[in-house]
């Protein structure tokens, strides 16, 4: 059946893109490590297998979706011989070399690889809201963009293997930073009594506000010239910083998720950019020339 997909892993992410799958009326093998995860799976009319090896001869596209690149490859390296003329579409979170790495080792097999990176917490899979990247071949992505669709939007983001872990990481990165600066905020007002749900209605209202510079800031860091239509400098923003850090010593948290940035904007200035944007501060993190 060339609908038929299987699915290796059925960790709550992997059991989401399963049942996505059956609901989108494919013919759906899954597999786990540890059996007796696919009850509800079978029950709704999945084909649970006991090995890896007959997991991949069911279907032509085999998505698997395990811990981390290791586990990838000590799942599908003895069954390699059976992934010859299949499609491995890898949705197991990894970094950029990771999904170069797999990208070449499905070539010296054989078989197809697109790594992929799934933007999207299990229960909104299959729903509007989420999306998953892909990188590899483009024709590989166009042939099985069909069944793909079926987990959410499906965003194509270059032939090169590691493109997908790379915006994925990137995405991951600033929900990262944004979500540890939430909690900063959410341990300074707890420390003065206040309850998060009290402040949740006005941290909504700033993070709205200051979410919506994304575009001012790329037009900064493509051209590079952090000079333009300065409105808050960063050497102002420097030394009100070190009010954040005091301000936390004083309530009692621990200033340890903000201190980072704070010798960066000392630096910059210190570099004669404290008249600029503090987008500039971009310019500091390239540890490698060559690829500025
Ligand atoms: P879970 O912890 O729920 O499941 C992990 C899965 O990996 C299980 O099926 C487990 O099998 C399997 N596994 C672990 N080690 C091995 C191994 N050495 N060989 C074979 N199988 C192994 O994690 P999730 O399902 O939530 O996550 C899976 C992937 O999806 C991760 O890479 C994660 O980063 C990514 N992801 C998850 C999101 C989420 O919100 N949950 C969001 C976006 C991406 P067993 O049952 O035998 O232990």
Known sequence: DDKAVTVLGLGAMGSALAGAFLAAG????????TPGKAGELVARGATEVATAEEAVRASGLVVACLWDHRSVHQTLDPVTGALAGRVVVNLT???????????????EHGFALL????MAVPPMIGGPGAFVLYSGPEEVFTAHR????????SRYVGSDHGMAALYDIALLSAMYGASMGELHAFAMVRSAGVRAAEFAPLLQRWMAMVG??????????????????VVSNLGMQAAAYHNL?????????????????????????AEG????????LIE?????????
């Open 146 to 153: 069909d069944a793909l669709d079926a987990l959410g939007e």
């Open 93 to 107: 979170n990894g970094t950029p070399g990771q999904g170069r790495e797999l990208g070449g080792w499905a070539g």
């Open 245 to 269: 850090i005091d301000a936390a010593h004083e309530q009692g948290v621990s200033p340890e998720l903000l201190a980072p940035l704070y010798p960066l904007m000392l630096r910059r200035t």
């Open 212 to 229: 919506g510079f994304h575009e001012r800031t790329a037009e900064l860091v493509d051209s590079r010239d952090y000079t333009r239509d």
């Open 115 to 118: 790594d992929g990176g799934i």
């Open 273 to 280: 950019h404290g008249h600029e944007d503090n987008a500039g």
């Open 26 to 33: 494919r013919p759906v093998t899954v597999w786990n490590r």
């Open 284 to 292: 500091l993190l390239f540890t490698r020339r060559s690829t500025t």
